[in-house]
């Protein structure tokens, strides 16, 4: 098994300013008070060699395109059900990418579809049977996965954002989370208990399922042949489990947003990819890779290289080059 060299190299005249530069950056992702925290890395040689290496860490389906198109060169994703879409030319994609796996971090969600107890909704549909002027909040660019996979599920039932504002309602684009207000204003949950939204369709449903059931909202099941619809277009089936929700008063059936899926093009050269995953390797124990605080549990890259209910692959195969070096680390089984 090759060793892997336990750190970075000297620091010299060639990289000393571009260590300064990670440096700010590694802190503004994590301050607060800075709003810019998507981050661009772009890596090109001191010395007469061409070309550069883009690394992009955000969520927007639009990174998977430039991917494709070699405007980037490594990116990440939240949910890899997209990533599966984007392999497949499903969904939000008319024709497939080649695209392959790096690695997936892991992370267990649901997409949650609340409407108020008031509202007398007791499904998608009907929404749409009833032209209901739905109050909606719905994510806003901050993730805007969240914005258009919730509207995929809308169609599969007949409806969409332009409808429900036909329908005399609104759909308002909230950058927090539902019990998470900014300073001296409510939060989206605290926004429908009083009646302003009377409905909340939203990912991360670990943070603000018990929340929202304790504010007067519901979550809708989505029904079977529904679920078959989404499926057909890369979708993957999940259940927002009661057990695990204490104020749910029974299982939702909803859809998967779990994997946050490190990728390439699946012609991305084999050094550039070979040198990423050794970099994780190397620095797993400094990387952040859970909601928390900053200071975590090494990067379980065993874990993020094994297809599991967290870390789904929908599909996309491993880089040649990704999967050669989990295997002389011994974290691909067999």
Known sequence: ???????????????????????????????????????????????????SYRFFGANHPDSIRKVFERELDISIMNPSAILGMAHR??????????????????????????VSEASGLTSLDDIREKRYPLKLSVRGSLDFCTTELVEQVLKVHGFSYSDILNWGG???????????????????????????????????????????VGAGLRFLDIAPER?????????????????????????VSTIDFSGWPIYARADAPDLLVRKFCQAMEVRKDGIP????????????????????????????????????????MGYLPG
């Open 227 to 251: 679920l078959a619809q989404l499926e057909s277009i890369g979708f993957k089936r999940a259940v927002i489990e009661k057990a695990r929700y204490g104020q749910l008063p029974a299982d």
């Open 289 to 328: 890779w859970n909601i928390g605080p900053v200071n975590q549990q090494e990067l379980p890259l065993e874990k993020m290289v094994v297809e599991a209910a967290d870390t789904p692959h929908m599909g996309v195969p491993f880089h040649p080059a990704a999967r050669q070096f989990w295997n002389e």
């Open 89 to 114: 030319g499903e969904g939000l994609f008319s024709h497939p990418m080649e695209v392959a796996l790096i690695a997936v971090m892991p992370h267990d969600d649901q997409l949650g579809f609340a």
């Open 170 to 212: 609104s759909v308002s684009y909230d950058q927090q989370m539902p019990p998470i207000g900014f300073p001296k204003n409510p939060s989206r949950i605290q926004l429908a208990s009083e009646g302003h939204y009377d409905a909340i369709f939203e990912e991360g449903v670990f943070i603000w399922a018990n929340a929202a």
């Open 1 to 51: 098994m090759p060793s892997v060299v336990p750190g970075f190299g000297p620091v010299d005249p060639v990289n000393i300013r571009a260590l300064l530069m990670l440096g700010v950056a590694s802190y503004l992702t994590i301050d607060d008070e800075w709003p810019y925290r998507e981050t661009t890395i772009q890596m090109q040689s001191a010395g007469d060699e061409l070309g």
